[in-house]
């Protein structure tokens, strides 16, 4: 098969549109389109060497293991939701904070995916401001945004006041304490929930800053505070690595606990990529192995 046929095969395969292609590439969509229709009179070898390279990381991925499945009654899980679920009904700020990799992301997005009305957004130390958080949420609503804090509260306040609405703002230990004031005022005027996920440091943060009073007015909006961490029983895990011998699960519950969910996943998906070139599922010695390859040591 030819380059053409293959990113055509791949295109439908992948339902990848061309403008997505393009975005993934580097390549211009009329480069793409004038390639695909084999009218292209540019350099064809430098966009097909561009295509190959790009088709064999993108195969990879598309065909890549999925070797865990959610598990709703996952204690963490399930602290999650009902941090959500108060926040949506009451139309309150809550928290929920802890260890890294526990499932909180995971757990924001099902609820944001199984439930109408939820905004979900995630700051980062590009996007810690109060001017950074606003925007994004305006940018959510599909809403122009502005360069002004005032404008951005003014635009989110009459699109959200009486909706009854929820805001997820994933990462929030990232925010600055103008960033955390404007999300309190938000709450306050517009009464939309509002839920902030990050790690310890946040709630921390309210209690042992020099800014106490400020943070206090933060705090003691938040009544649902809710922490997870990296602790698992073994029925939870049995239920999302349901195809484990217990030796293998045996295992993914110390790794689990002593890094982290997330961590666990990925090292069992790369040890299956490797199992199942080799004509055979995943053992003991390939999740060893892969921990080691990966961590060394």
């Known amino acids: 098969m030819d380059v053409r046929n293959m990113l055509s095969t791949f295109m ?34 430098k966009v097909e060497n561009t295509i190959i390279q790009y088709l064999s990381v993108s195969k990879e991925r598309l065909n890549g293991f999925q070797t ?29 904070c802890g260890a890294a990799g526990a499932g909180k992301t995971t757990a924001l997005e099902y609820y944001c995916k199984n439930n109408p009305g939820v905004i979900m ?13 606003l925007s994004l949420i305006v940018e959510k609503l599909g ?10 509260m003014k635009e989110l306040i009459e699109q ?24 309190r005022n938000l709450n306050d005027q517009a009464k939309v929930g509002i839920v902030l996920s990050g790690n310890d440091k946040i709630y921390n943060q309210m209690l042992t800053s020099k800014h106490g009073y400020e943070f206090d007015q933060i705090r003691t909006r ?30 993914m519950l110390e790794l689990s606990s002593e890094e982290s969910l997330r961590t666990a996943i990925k090292i069992l998906e790369i040890a299956s990529e ?7 599922t995943v053992t003991l010695k ?8 990966l961590f060394g040591g």
């Open 68 to 96: 865990s499945q959610f598990y709703k009654d996952l204690y963490n899980t399930k602290e999650v939701l009902f941090t959500c679920s108060h926040a949506h009904i009451k139309n309150d700020i809550t928290l929920v």
């Open 286 to 293: 390939d999740l060893r192995a892969t921990k080691k390859q």
């Open 121 to 133: 957004v995630t700051a980062n130390s590009c996007a810690s401001s109060a001017t950074a958080i």
């Open 160 to 183: 959200l006041s009486d909706t009854n609405r929820l805001i997820i703002i994933d990462e929030a230990d990232h925010l600055t304490l103008n960033a955390l004031q404007a999300i």
């Open 143 to 152: 809403k122009k945004v502005t360069y002004s804090r005032s404008a951005l």
């Open 12 to 45: 439908k395969e992948s339902g990848k549109s061309q403008r997505q292609i393009s975005k993934e590439t580097g390549l211009s969509t009329s480069v793409i389109s004038q390639y695909l229709d084999n009218s292209y009179t540019g350099n064809n070898d």
């Open 222 to 251: 938040i009544i649902v505070r809710k922490r997870v961490f990296n602790d698992y029983t073994v029925e939870e895990l049995n239920s999302i690595f349901p195809t484990l011998n217990d030796e293998c699960l045996g295992f």
């Open 274 to 280: 490797y199992a199942d070139e080799m004509g055979r």
